[in-house]
């Protein structure tokens, strides 16, 4: 199963029906890990590949579970994320998606209840500006800040 399917069915629109019949589920690593494998690739199974860019789910998921690799998530940040979320299905994990993206991208309430990935319904400026950053962080090649720098630095210097 490719991650794609995920991203793209984790909208608002789709999981509104979802919220009503989707019991609490339990989180276990067992059903976790086998979530990861469900999208693992075939090649280098401790890590999901070619994960897409296309709007802001990818990038959610990745700030998230602490991705340090755009395009890219290993087993351990997925482990590690989804215990933090305490999510290891795939309905609950696009609600997650789903609902970060309500509240941070379009600025709306959550479709589900309130959920302990939520956390930040209270100061969304907050939690945006920690999107915004973990987004900057990632997407920025470490070469890119000091060349910047002396670029501006040489700008002053003629002022």
């Not at 979530?35 to 709007?55: C, W």
């Not at 609902?99 to 907050?126: E, W, Y």
Request: charged share 20%; proline share 4%; net charge neutral.
């Amino acid at each position: 199963m490719h991650i794609r399917s995920l991203l793209c069915c984790a909208s608002r629109d789709n999981l509104a029906n979802v919220v009503a019949s989707t019991k609490s589920e339990v989180y276990t690593q067992q059903r976790a890990e086998a979530l990861f494998f469900q999208f693992a690739d075939e090649d280098i199974p401790d890590v999901i590949a070619q994960v897409p860019l296309d709007g802001a789910l990818p990038l959610l998921l990745a700030w998230q579970l602490d991705s340090h690799e755009m395009g890219k998530i290993t087993k351990e940040e997925w482990m590690g994320g989804t215990a933090a979320l305490r999510v290891s299905s795939l309905t609950s994990l696009a609600m997650v998606l789903s609902d970060l993206n309500s509240l941070i991208v379009l600025g709306k309430a959550p479709v589900g209840p309130s959920n302990s990935h939520v956390k930040s319904q209270k100061d969304t400026r907050r939690t945006f500006l920690s999107f915004y950053s973990f987004c900057f962080t990632l997407a920025k090649p470490e070469y890119v800040a000091p060349v910047l720098l002396s670029g501006a630095w040489l700008r002053q210097k003629k002022l």
